[in-house]
T-cell receptor
Framework: DQQVKQNSPSLSVQEGRISILNCDYT??????FLWYKKYPAEGPTFLIS?????DKNEDGRFTVFLNKSAKHLSLHIVPSQPGDSAVYFC?????????????FGPGTSLSVIP | DSGVTQTPKHLITATGQRVTLRCSPR?????VYWYQQSLDQGLQFLIQ???????AKGNILERFSAQQFPDLHSELNLSSLELGDSALYFC??????????FGQGTRLTVV
């Protein structure tokens, strides 16, 4: 059973518009959430994180929103740029300190169209 | 460049064979993690080593094993390979409590 779900395998957005990537989780013990970005032929790179004591974390064009009651988080990219085209992995953990506890979702492939 | 180096980048081998994947972590990182990514799947945690010792195990098959050497590089050994073992294998490293940095991955194709 997938504990971290990204129900949209792919998303296309026009350059300059907002990209919204969604993620749902099932384990109420998760209290730390991360987003990773992956380009083809490269490894995933850390993008942004949020702990359950917050409901929003912002880093430049990237904002992650957390709705604990709905067990849902989303990543907003504003404005979207062609260089943002990549696969985005949502991940969750009940323990920040070690990645053996991090559960990754299947990823959403974002295409930003110029 | 994440600072994590994985070799080889690509590997094609036959069923029943054994292969070794190598990982050099970022300078100073004591933790090394191995992940498997199959088609349309998220990253599945396999195993973690910390300063030479096995620290955590995920869904790693008995045919798979790993080790971390005194210089902190790590190897993942996959034996009696099956078609279903074809996947991307990632290594990641981290300092304690920090986010992990991933290597470029090794794409294994079993034919």
């Amino acid at each position: 059973d997938q504990q971290v779900k990204q129900n949209s395998p792919s998303l296309s957005v026009q350059e300059g518009r907002i990209s919204i990537l969604n993620c749902d989780y099932t384990n109420s013990m998760f209290d730390y959430f991360l987003w990773y970005k992956k380009y083809p032929a490269e490894g995933p790179t850390f993008l942004i994180s949020i702990s359950s004591i917050k409901d929003k974390n912002e880093d430049g064009r990237f904002t992650v929103f957390l709705n604990k009651s709905a067990k849902h988080l989303s990543l907003h990219i504003v404005p979207s740029q062609p260089g943002d085209s990549a696969v985005y992995f949502c991940a969750a953990s009940a323990q920040k300190t070690s990645y053996d506890k991090v559960i990754f979702g299947p990823g959403t492939s974002l295409s930003v169209i110029p | 460049d994440s600072g994590v180096t994985q070799t080889p980048k690509h590997l094609i081998t036959a069923t029943g064979q054994r292969v070794t994947l190598r990982c050099s972590p970022r300078s100073g990182d004591l933790s090394v993690y191995w992940y498997q990514q199959s088609l349309d799947q998220g990253l599945q945690f396999l195993i973690q080593y910390y300063n030479g010792e096995e620290r955590a195990k995920g869904n790693i098959l008995e045919r798979f094993s790993a080790q971390q050497f005194p210089d902190l590089h790590s190897e993942l050994n996959l034996s009696s390979l099956e078609l279903g073992d074809s996947a991307l294998y990632f290594c990641a490293s981290s300092a304690w409590g920090d986010e992990a940095f991933f290597g470029q991955g090794t794409r294994l194709t079993v034919v």
